[in-house]
């Protein structure tokens, strides 16, 4: 989108502003959901000051921004906190510029309420409405305490049938934990293995079935992302 020359040696190098802050993202060890989630609101505010660019802009700018937010998108408390540390990442790791004081800007509302727990009951009732893979995926959710992303991003090295375990990487605060694997899921998570195995076969077949390896793991093991 925008262009900033930098220094490499003796060469002048231009490199577009979103691309200094995805070189950023990634040397801090970021997750590609933060990386796709910081880049999305970024954009967002630079549309809104009609692509003006970032280096041009500081204060006044996030103010209105945010406060737009609020106002007329009327998002969310943690949309808008969001929003806010993306810009702030922005300025003071990518463009290294100091922002003082954005001012009051209209904060968005947090609503109080009162935790939702479902009873062992309700838990049985909304199952029973599910099929595979997704019965699956809510047994996960609800009997090893996994976070949706957390089952999404299961890969097939996290699961320890010996141990009956599951290996959660870089879950939360970007922290690895071991959670259990309830007995009643070994046999079913063993034939979802076997059937995904199937696909990625024909993927492989058709010339796909390569997976994001996240930071340098893809230049060092290069087959890497196509192994099963």
């Avoid at 063993?190 to 058709?206: G, M, N, S, V, W």
């Amino acid at each position: 989108m925008f262009l900033l020359i930098i220094k490499e040696g003796a060469i002048m190098v231009k490199k577009k502003l979103l691309e200094q802050v995805r070189d950023v993202i990634r040397l801090k060890h970021y997750s590609i959901r933060t990386e796709s989630t910081y880049i999305y609101w970024m954009k967002r505010y630079i549309f809104f000051h009609n692509k003006r660019h970032p280096k041009e802009m500081g204060e006044p700018e996030i103010h209105r921004f945010l406060t737009h937010l609020a106002v007329k998108d009327k998002v969310s408390s943690a949309t808008q906190n969001l929003a806010l540390n993306a810009i702030m990442f922005l300025y003071r790791e990518v463009l290294v510029k100091d922002i003082e004081d954005i001012g009051d800007f209209v904060k968005a509302k947090k609503p109080i309420r009162l935790p939702v727990v479902l009873s062992s009951a309700e838990v049985k009732a909304v199952l029973s409405h599910l099929k595979n893979p997704y019965w699956l995926m809510a047994n996960l959710l609800y009997g090893s305490g996994l976070r949706l992303m957390e089952c999404v991003r299961l890969r097939v090295k996290d699961i320890d049938f010996d141990y009956r375990q599951i290996i959660v990487r870089e879950g939360k605060g970007f922290k690895d934990r071991i959670t259990m694997l309830p007995e009643k899921l070994v046999k079913l998570l063993r034939h979802q293995l076997k059937r995904a195995k199937l696909i990625y076969e024909e993927d492989i077949a058709d010339g796909f079935g390569n997976v994001y390896l996240p930071y340098g793991l893809k230049k060092k093991y290069s087959n890497a992302n196509k192994e099963w």
